[in-house]
C-alpha cells in the first residue's frame, strides 16, 4: 500500500510540474500509447541462448507525455530557435509490462531421469512490472522540419530513469519451493514472492514517422536496467553462481500513436 501511495505522488508531481511548466513557458504537449513485446532478461534460463530469449517474453503496455520545446500551444506559434528546443523533447510515462518465465537451455533439454534437470523443467515464475519516469529524446534533424512534413521520419536516442513497482512469483509443478524434491541446489533459498521496488536506467532508440499534423506513429526499441536482481523472484548467490550476477534487465519493442495538443 505504501508503494501504491509513492507511486500515486510521482504521478501527480510528474503531471502537476509538466503543465506548470508548459503554462509558464507556452510550450505544447503531446500524449500518446505504446505497447509491444518484452524479452525479459533474468535468471531463469542461459544467458545468450536463443530458446531463453525467444521463450522469456511478455508483454508491454503504456501511456506518454511529451513536453514540446519548439512549439507553444498558447499562441499557435514556435518558439525562439535554438538548438535544444529543435531538437529535444522531455518524455514522461507510465507503462506496465507481465512475463511469464521458464528455464530453457542444455541444462532444461538434458538427462530427464537427472533430478537437478527435473526440477529446473518444473521450475515456473512470472513477473509484473510498473514503471513511471522520464526520458530526455534527442533528435539529430530538426524537429520543426518533420512537423511541417507529412510523411517524414523523425529518428530519436532517449536517455532517462524510472521508478518501478514490481510483483513477481516464483514456483513448481513438483510442489513447494525451498525444499529438496523440488528446488535445484543453486536456487534453494534464493526466491522471493513479495512485491517491492527499484530504479531503473532507460536508453531507447526509435524513429518517428508524420502521419498528419497533429499524429505521429512511433517505434522505439528500449533497453532496461534495473537496480536489482529480485525484480525476476530470484537471486542465486553471486559469489557461487557468477553466472547469475547480473541484475535483471529487459529489451522491449513497442508501436506507439502520439497525438499533438493544440
Known amino acids: 500500500?505504501?508503494?501504491?501511495?509513492?507511486?500515486?505522488?510521482?504521478?501527480?508531481?510528474?503531471?502537476?510540474?509538466?503543465?506548470?511548466?508548459?503554462?509558464?513557458?507556452?510550450f505544447s504537449h503531446e500524449v500518446g500509447v505504446i505497447a509491444g513485446p518484452v524479452a525479459f532478461q533474468s535468471d531463469y534460463g542461459e544467458r545468450r541462448d536463443y530458446d531463453t530469449n525467444a521463450g522469456n517474453t511478455g508483454y508491454g503496455i503504456g501511456l506518454i507525455h511529451y513536453l514540446n520545446f519548439s512549439y507553444k500551444a498558447d499562441c499557435n506559434c514556435y518558439t525562439p530557435e535554438t538548438y535544444f528546443n529543435d531538437h529535444f523533447k522531455l518524455r514522461s510515462e507510465l507503462s506496465y509490462n507481465k512475463t511469464e518465465l521458464r528455464h530453457f537451455g542444455e541444462w532444461v533439454a538434458g538427462d530427464k531421469r537427472?533430478?537437478?534437470?527435473?526440477?529446473?523443467?518444473a521450475m515456473r515464475g512470472s513477473t509484473a512490472v510498473t514503471n513511471i519516469g522520464m526520458q530526455l529524446e534527442y533528435f539529430p534533424l530538426s524537429i520543426r522540419d518533420f512537423t511541417s512534413s507529412i510523411g517524414a521520419f523523425?529518428?530519436?536516442?532517449?536517455?532517462?530513469?524510472?521508478?518501478?513497482?514490481?510483483d513477481p512469483e516464483a514456483y513448481s509443478t513438483l510442489g513447494r519451493l525451498d525444499t529438496p524434491a523440488t528446488t535445484p541446489v543453486k536456487y534453494f533459498n534464493a526466491t522471493q514472492n513479495s512485491s517491492g521496488t527499484v530504479w531503473s536506467v532507460v536508453g531507447s532508440i526509435g524513429t518517428r514517422y508524420k502521419l498528419t499534423p497533429l499524429s505521429d506513429l512511433m517505434i522505439d526499441l528500449?533497453?532496461?536496467?534495473?537496480?536489482?536482481?529480485?525484480?525476476?523472484?530470484?537471486?542465486p548467490n553471486p559469489t557461487l553462481y557468477p553466472e547469475n550476477r547480473a541484475n535483471d534487465w529487459l529489451v522491449w519493442f513497442n508501436v506507439g500513436y502520439i497525438y499533438y495538443i493544440q
Open 1 to 26: 500500500m505504501r508503494t501504491s501511495k509513492y507511486l500515486i505522488a510521482i504521478l501527480l508531481f510528474l503531471f502537476v510540474y509538466s503543465n506548470k511548466v508548459a503554462a509558464q513557458y507556452g
Open 154 to 166: 523523425a529518428p530519436f536516442v532517449s536517455l532517462g530513469g524510472q521508478f518501478s513497482f514490481y
Open 222 to 235: 528500449r533497453w532496461q536496467y534495473y537496480f536489482s536482481n529480485w525484480v525476476d523472484g530470484l537471486n
Open 114 to 121: 537427472k533430478l537437478f534437470n527435473r526440477q529446473l523443467r
